[in-house]
């Protein structure tokens, strides 16, 4: 079993920063990726990033260029950090942790992004 925890969650103005941070305990070795998603008031949970075992990442077309997923292995943490933030980036924030037996999910961490 995997227990991620989130952290870094807040409010900002509209064209600032926030960086997000993953850490996981547990299994840790029967992680397979780890991946950021969000839900934002009225919509469904999106993929916004995810990070495999092996280092690849892919990100939501909606955050290209602005979000950068990273790693610290020694630390079993995963980060999110979101520049260029905009108002519809707003939404809860989970991180997730996608093992062969299923994927472990955070309890989620609020980002709101003033205009």
């Known amino acids: 079993q995997v227990h991620v925890v989130e952290s870094g969650g807040g409010l900002v103005q509209a064209g600032g920063s926030l960086r997000l941070s993953c850490a996981a305990s547990?299994?840790?070795?029967?992680?397979?990726?780890m991946g950021w998603y969000r839900q934002g008031p009225g919509k469904q949970r999106e993929l916004v990033a995810r990070?495999?075992?092996?280092?690849?990442?892919n990100y939501a077309d909606s955050v290209k260029g602005r979000f950068t997923i990273s790693r610290d292995n020694a630390k079993n943490t995963v980060y999110l950090q979101m520049n260029s933030l905009k108002p519809e980036d707003t939404a809860v924030y989970y991180c997730?942790?996608?093992?062969?037996?299923?994927?472990?999910w955070g309890q989620g961490t609020q980002v709101t992004v003033s205009s």
């Open positions: 990070i495999s075992s092996a280092g690849s990442t």
């Open positions: 997730a942790a996608v093992t062969g037996f299923g994927v472990y």
């Open positions: 547990g299994s840790i070795f029967s992680i397979n990726a």
